[in-house]
């Protein structure tokens, strides 16, 4: 049975860690093993938990108790809840947008990359994009169309915060994913991969082009929304792809060029 506490203030130190914690404080990287997330909304928070994610409180609209948050309390039984209403919790940045419930859950260990590219055929690969939003959005492209995994370079956003996992619907809880260490390609070129740099440039491979289909490995690489890839990340790429733009349009963003790029490249012929 779960111990549901009611907050009448927004100072209570119960709310510290969806009140006052910056995802930095949440991340711990002085100390990983005690890493914690807060998972937005009873979607996301039950991806996060069919994924096996622990959680360490909750925090709900008091009149979701017997409504939309009751299947999950159901779930973390063991786990302190706390209850306010509607008036305490908006005082929370961006609460208005998490169907009233928050979970502060325990991150778990990152996988190894070759684990994670072990048996698989295309990956994606984001280099610096440090919008929080993009990741999310990325993310939930890269699972509903056909890639295997994410990796990210140590410039990214953390799938993990607040912004990013809920603007993926949870699908970072439903795709692998892991950071690489340094932004080089040679790991993932000594895995089998073939490298396409998603980038405008008058010498690309269009991204219909029979070529990139019939790689039996593909890693995708998509860089920051305005500066895209480095020149050096190009040239040490096997290929690089436009999406044919018309009506004078010069670019998509990053999010929605992902998902063009993951649905023609998921494809694969005589593989």
Not at 19 to 39: V, W
Not at 83 to 103: N, P, S, V, Y
Not at 107 to 124: F, Q, T
Not at 198 to 213: F, V, Y
């Amino acid at each position: 049975m779960n111990t549901i506490t009611e907050i009448t203030d927004f100072f209570a130190p119960e709310l510290d860690v969806y009140a006052r914690l910056s995802e930095n404080q949440l991340l711990n990287r002085e100390f990983p093993e005690k890493g914690l997330f807060i998972a937005e909304s009873p979607k996301v928070i039950e991806r996060a938990l069919n994924a096996g994610y622990e959680p360490v409180s909750c925090l709900m609209e008091k009149k979701h108790i017997e409504g939309e948050g009751r299947q999950i309390l159901s779930r973390i039984k063991d786990a302190p809840v706390f209850c306010a209403e509607f008036d305490i919790l908006t005082q929370l940045t961006g609460f208005k947008l998490t169907r009233g419930m928050l979970c502060a859950m325990r991150r778990k260990p990152l996988p190894d990359v070759r684990e994670i590219c072990e048996n698989k055929s295309r990956i994606v690969i984001l280099d610096k994009v440090m919008n929080p939003t993009n990741v999310g959005a990325i993310i939930r492209s890269a699972a509903a169309l056909g890639m295997d995994a994410v990796l990210l370079t140590p410039g990214c956003s953390d799938p993990l915060y607040r912004r990013a996992a809920r603007v993926s619907m949870g699908t970072v809880f439903q795709i692998e994913w892991t950071f690489l260490k340094d932004e080089s390609l040679d790991e993932i070129k000594s895995l089998g991969f073939r490298t396409v740099a998603m980038a405008l440039k008058d010498n690309s491979l269009s991204i219909n082009d029979p070529r990139l289909t019939s790689e039996k490995k593909l890693a995708v690489i998509m860089g920051t929304e305005g500066d895209g890839l480095s020149d050096n990340t190009i040239a040490d790429c096997d290929f690089t792809v436009k999406i044919p733009m018309y009506h004078g349009v010069d670019s998509l963003n990053v999010a929605a060029a992902s998902a063009v790029a993951f649905y023609q490249l998921g494809q694969k012929q005589n593989v």
